[in-house]
């Protein structure tokens, strides 16, 4: 979902901008989230086309990662990229520009080349995570020699935070993305979901050409995008009893906890979260997940916290399963905190509504993504908790940085201030008139 939604919202922008669209679906879908999505956006969007992309099934897969569906899907959608071009040749209109996800660069750089068509890339990660995978071909991240990367022009990257495929160059993400970052540089312009004043320096960098010894393209901040459905989503969730019971609570006073759409924890850490949010003593509105692919995420919540759990924290909190519409929630008075994995989406969500995170980075680019949001002043990271699964993280210690985040008024301020300029830089952007830009 965090490659999908930036999409989504994009087409829909672009659409109502007067373009024309075409959206290419790799079929068959992993998850029910997609699957959902994407129905509910061609019903709400019937003018955007669907162009169904069906995968070649044949995938070669180490042992660790054929447990991973969605990574079996990526390096299925990276084994058919060959069969765009005769897709796209025959399309009526004839596409004017080719837009794809920086993980298809390689494949879209050729297929536009030899269709002559204009080729843009649409980055769903932060700019500074941008700026370390520009300049990896160039960075000895496998030597031992020293503890930081150091990108041209930026502040130093402390190779603990490195995605960690990265350290291994034979990792099919590694190479995959050396490849992706070549094409790059055939790209007219890259596209971002992030905006100026959260990311200036990683951004002005980037386009004044001194990471990549050869000239990036221009890299164009977009963000922070707005959901598509943020409208569907409140009228479809109006009345759910989750929003009627935050319609209760006092503003800024609940903390929201969620990792995302493919992120889950082992029973042991779900738990002492649990018990971590009843320390804390705030209001929680918990999303969780107990297992990656969520139509296989049967388990029922009172077989994951238990009974005697639910009944205390009855008047205190909300925990469910399943899909929320987290723009709905992260927009709602209550919410005064997030706790998240730090998913770029999610953080741009956060800062589009101007609430503080506990930055819990747990895989791949989040690590950086937690720096750039404690860099701008947006959230707390506790860096000790480390990766994800590396260690369990103790309910005190949950517990007492839930509560310190909630009392911070200092980061309370900025999460407003952060929220102006981000809307304000969408706006802009989009020159969407005053009150048209969604939230409040
Ligand atoms: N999301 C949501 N409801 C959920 C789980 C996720 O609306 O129950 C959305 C979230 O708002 C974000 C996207 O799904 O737009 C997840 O992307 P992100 O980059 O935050 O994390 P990922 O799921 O890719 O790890
Ligand atoms: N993973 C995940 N969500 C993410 C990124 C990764 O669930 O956003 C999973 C994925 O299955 C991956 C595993 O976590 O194979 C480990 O990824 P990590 O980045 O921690 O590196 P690794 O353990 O492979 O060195
Ligand atoms: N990554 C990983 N395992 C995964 C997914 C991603 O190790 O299962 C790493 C990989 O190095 C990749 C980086 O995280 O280049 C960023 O991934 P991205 O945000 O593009 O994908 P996502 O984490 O959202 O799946």
């Not at 060959?82 to 920086?102: M, Q």
């Not at 998913?343 to 937690?370: I, T, Y």
Request: charged share 20%.
């Amino acid at each position: 979902m965090g490659h999908l939604a930036p999409f989504l919202r994009l087409a829909t922008l672009l659409s109502s901008h007067d373009c024309t669209i075409t959206l290419i679906t790799p079929t068959p879908t992993v998850s029910a989230a997609e699957s959902h999505h994407l129905s509910t956006f061609f019903s709400d969007h019937p003018h955007i086309h669907r162009l169904h992309f069906p995968l070649n099934p044949s995938t070669a897969t180490t042992p660790t990662e054929a447990d991973d569906p969605f990574f079996i899907r990526w390096v299925q959608i990276t084994q058919s990229l060959h069969l765009f071009s005769p897709l796209l040749s025959s399309l009526s209109p004839p596409l004017s520009a080719i837009f794809s996800d920086f993980a298809a660069s390689m494949s879209f750089s050729h297929v536009s080349e030899a269709l002559s068509i204009p080729y843009y890339v649409v980055f769903t990660s932060c700019a500074r995570f941008l700026s370390l995978l520009a300049s990896l071909p160039s960075l000895n991240v496998g030597g031992f020699d020293d503890d930081y990367v150091q990108i041209p022009d930026l502040p130093p990257l402390a190779k603990s935070i490195l995605p960690r495929p990265f350290f291994n160059s034979n990792h099919f993400f590694t190479s995959f993305t050396l490849s992706n970052v070549q094409s790059l540089l055939k790209a007219r312009g890259v596209f971002l979901n992030t905006f100026e004043e959260f990311e200036t320096e990683t951004i002005t960098a980037l386009n004044n050409g001194s990471v990549l010894s050869m000239k990036l393209p221009h890299v164009i901040p977009i963000g922070p995008l707005e959901s598509f459905n943020v409208e569907n989503g409140e009228k479809s969730e109006k009345g759910s009893d989750y929003l009627i019971w935050l319609d209760g609570q006092s503003d800024g006073s609940v903390v929201y906890i969620s990792f995302g759409s493919r992120t889950s924890m082992s029973k042991e850490q779900i738990r002492e979260i649990g018990n971590g949010l009843e320390k804390s003593g705030c209001a929680f509105f918990w999303v969780l997940k107990g297992s990656k692919v969520d139509k296989e995420d049967t388990a029922g919540i009172e077989e994951i916290l238990g009974e005697s759990f639910i009944k205390r924290t009855k008047d205190k909190g909300v925990a469910v399963k399943g899909w929320v519409e987290q723009e709905g929630i992260l927009s709602h008075p209550a919410i005064g905190g997030f706790v998240s994995h730090c998913g770029w989406n999610s953080v741009m969500e956060a800062a589009r509504h101007g609430v503080p995170l506990l930055a819990w980075p747990l895989h791949g680019d989040q690590k950086v993504n937690a720096e750039v949001v404690e860099k701008a002043g947006l959230g707390m990271w506790v860096r000790e908790w480390g990766w994800g699964g590396e260690r369990l993280v103790r309910g005190e210690e949950v517990g007492d940085k839930v509560r310190e985040m909630m009392t911070d008024e200092k980061l309370r301020r900025r999460g407003r201030e952060i929220g102006e300029e981000a809307r304000k830089a969408f706006g802009e952007k989009w020159q969407l008139s005053e009150g048209s830009n969604g939230s409040h």
